[in-house]
């Protein structure tokens, strides 16, 4: 008999192969899946060290969230958690239950607040900051981090007065008053002044995130946004191995990286790869910075922000194509997107395989929708911020909002989607990301017929965009992505056979039983029943 690691027997497996064949047995090897196929017959065929019955549990390829910030995130002052506050009164009483945890504290930081959840959906000021924290900087991002509410501490210590200008951003002023909004470029003003994290304290909370990732059966990220400084960080965590998530980085493009990591090629060290540079084309529709071709809606004089030019652009596509880097560019707006999908065709024949991406891609024209089939541009998308989008987002949009989180649309161009978290704008929880897909609802049910319903993807199709997809869009499709014969053994075993739910509901409190990277446990759910 032939001698493996592991053998997974008398499961329910979605292998996400061409077929999207289903069968009952894999065995592991090292780091390499040797076989899969029913379990009889891989049960004479190897002996194994460790045999699991899986008891009909499901097995999916490791997750790969295509689009998040876990790095930077963990690497930011911590925030206090504004998430669901219903105005600035709410905002004030975090703050103050914070200073009374910490009393030192010598800068505010908090994000996650929604205008869309107060009473009149107005963006607030900074008067109610100012009266209660007249001397201490409090700085507050909204949820979508292209705004900030900034109390006139922050904004002395920043030097922003009512004349200061700043390309790409916006510094609200009303009444000649500043209002303590700033968008986009403009937050760079304060967030320069934010405390930077002990080293200590950003390895936590690293590591914390890591295994809150695993805990998912999430195996890979594309950091959206990574310096050179953070990957010299997580390569000394992974020489110790502490750090075992693959990270696909798309490099933040300042001279620095430019320099130091890019003009040397792929930067690619065991699990961690830094293969693509990130652009920004525009905001967010939440803060109305998202480029449009017409004014907004509820806002007739305001069309977005276009955040870079065709000049700056072109000076970086020809440094990613000299050095082989990967262009992913973040687009919300239909203009934004319109936009890109040009500066890239200039680049992009229809044989091309560089797979440059459009991160985002919410509001797209029709006008422009055959272009990511012509030039085999990649989107990535996040299902979940349809959901979190829909009470507000036909306000922004008007009759656009048909043209807007068309993931079926944009599925269909090159049936490739590449589906990610965008953490911490939106929960880590992936199966959250495969609800929204596929049901167009919340994991609650709502709303009754769905948001957009026609655009929902199919089951196959939602679980190809969180694995295979996103393997493909990392040029890894070849190592990573599905369970096949010679392939990573990236997998992850989880309580509910999410492929054959029919509400919503079934899908809520879904989580990992045990995750796999390279062959090994990286996360074993205590208690569990099979191990």
């Known amino acids: 008999m032939n001698k493996a690691d592991w053998i997974f027997y008398d499961g329910n497996i979605y292998t996400v192969n061409d077929s999207f064949e289903k069968v009952e047995a894999i065995v592991i090897k090292d780091d390499k899946i040797v076989d899969v196929g029913d379990s009889d017959t891989l049960l004479k065929r190897w002996n194994s060290k460790e045999k699991i019955n899986l008891k009909g549990f499901t097995i999916i390829p490791g997750i790969i969230d295509a689009h998040c910030h876990l790095i930077s995130y963990s690497t930011e002052m911590e925030p206090i958690d504004l998430t669901g506050v219903r105005g600035v009164d709410e905002m004030i009483e975090r703050i103050q239950i914070y200073k009374k945890q910490h009393p030192d504290v010598t800068f505010i930081y908090g994000r996650g607040w929604d205008q869309n959840l107060f009473p009149n959906m107005q963006m607030p000021n900074n008067k109610l900051l100012n009266i209660y924290f007249?001397?201490?900087?409090?700085?507050?991002?909204?949820?979508?981090?292209?705004?900030?509410?900034?109390?006139?501490?922050?904004?002395?210590?920043?030097?922003?007065?009512?004349?200061?200008?700043?390309?790409?951003?916006?510094?609200?002023?009303?009444?000649?008053?500043?209002?303590?909004?700033?968008?986009?470029?403009?937050?760079?003003?304060?967030?320069?002044?934010?405390?930077?994290?002990?080293?200590?304290?950003?390895?936590?909370?690293?590591?914390?995130?890591?295994?809150?990732?695993?805990?998912?059966?999430?195996?890979?990220?594309?950091e959206a946004g990574i310096n050179s400084e953070d990957i010299y960080l997580l390569d000394s965590l992974q020489s110790e191995d502490k750090w075992v998530l693959r990270v696909f980085?798309?490099?933040?493009?300042?001279?620095?990286?430019?320099?130091?990591?890019?003009?040397?090629?792929?930067?690619?060290?065991?699990?961690?790869?830094?293969?693509?540079?990130?652009?920004?084309?525009?905001?967010?529709?939440?803060?109305?910075?998202?480029?449009?071709?017409?004014?907004?809606?509820?806002?007739?004089?305001?069309?977005?922000?276009?955040?870079?030019?065709?000049?700056?652009?072109?000076?970086?596509?020809?440094?990613?194509?000299?050095?082989?880097?990967?262009?992913?560019?973040?687009?919300?707006?239909?203009?934004?997107?319109?936009?890109?999908?040009?500066?890239?065709?200039?680049?992009?024949?229809?044989?091309?395989?560089?797979r440059w991406r459009i991160e985002h891609s919410q509001l797209v024209n029709p006008m422009d929708l055959d272009k990511f089939n012509k030039y085999k541009i990649i989107p990535s998308v996040q299902p979940i911020h349809a959901i979190e989008d829909m009470e507000w987002a036909p306000l922004r949009l008007g009759n656009r909002i048909k043209y807007a989180y068309s993931y079926k649309n944009l599925y269909l161009q090159n049936n490739i989607l590449a589906i990610g978290t965008d953490f911490p704008v939106s929960h880590l929880n992936p199966y959250n990301n495969f609800c929204a897909a596929v049901f167009r609802k919340n994991i609650?049910?709502?709303?009754?017929?769905?948001?957009?319903?026609?655009?929902?993807?199919?089951k196959t199709e939602a679980l190809k965009s969180m694995t295979i997809g996103g393997a493909y869009a990392?040029?890894?499709?070849?190592?990573?992505?599905?369970?096949?014969?010679?392939?990573?053994?990236?997998?992850?075993?989880?309580?509910?056979?999410?492929?054959?739910?029919t509400t919503p509901q079934d899908l809520s409190n879904t989580y990992a039983i045990a995750t796999f990277i390279d062959g090994i446990p990286v996360f074993i759910l205590k208690g569990n029943k099979l191990f």
């Open 474 to 501: 990392n040029f890894s499709e070849n190592t990573i992505g599905s369970i096949e014969i010679g392939k990573k053994a990236d997998f992850v075993i989880i309580n509910k056979d999410i492929m054959n739910v």
């Open 249 to 354: 980085g798309m490099l933040t493009p300042n001279d620095d990286n430019i320099e130091n990591i890019l003009k040397n090629g792929v930067y690619k060290n065991n699990k961690i790869i830094v293969n693509s540079v990130k652009l920004y084309a525009d905001g967010a529709l939440g803060s109305r910075s998202a480029y449009l071709y017409e004014p907004y809606s509820d806002d007739h004089n305001n069309r977005g922000l276009l955040l870079f030019d065709e000049y700056n652009f072109n000076y970086i596509a020809e440094l990613c194509i000299k050095y082989k880097y990967q262009i992913a560019t973040h687009a919300i707006g239909d203009a934004a997107v319109g936009t890109i999908l040009d500066w890239y065709s200039k680049y992009l024949t229809p044989e091309n395989d560089l």
């Open 134 to 222: 007249p001397d201490i900087p409090v700085y507050l991002k909204r949820v979508d981090a292209h705004a900030a509410l900034a109390n006139d501490a922050a904004l002395k210590l920043a030097n922003i007065n009512v004349d200061t200008k700043v390309e790409n951003g916006i510094i609200e002023v009303k009444n000649e008053e500043l209002t303590g909004i700033l968008i986009d470029k403009a937050m760079e003003l304060v967030e320069s002044h934010i405390p930077h994290l002990p080293k200590s304290a950003k390895i936590s909370s690293l590591l914390k995130l890591q295994e809150q990732a695993l805990s998912y059966g999430i195996t890979a990220i594309n």
């Open 444 to 458: 609650s049910g709502y709303p009754i017929d769905g948001f957009l319903a026609e655009q929902a993807l199919s």
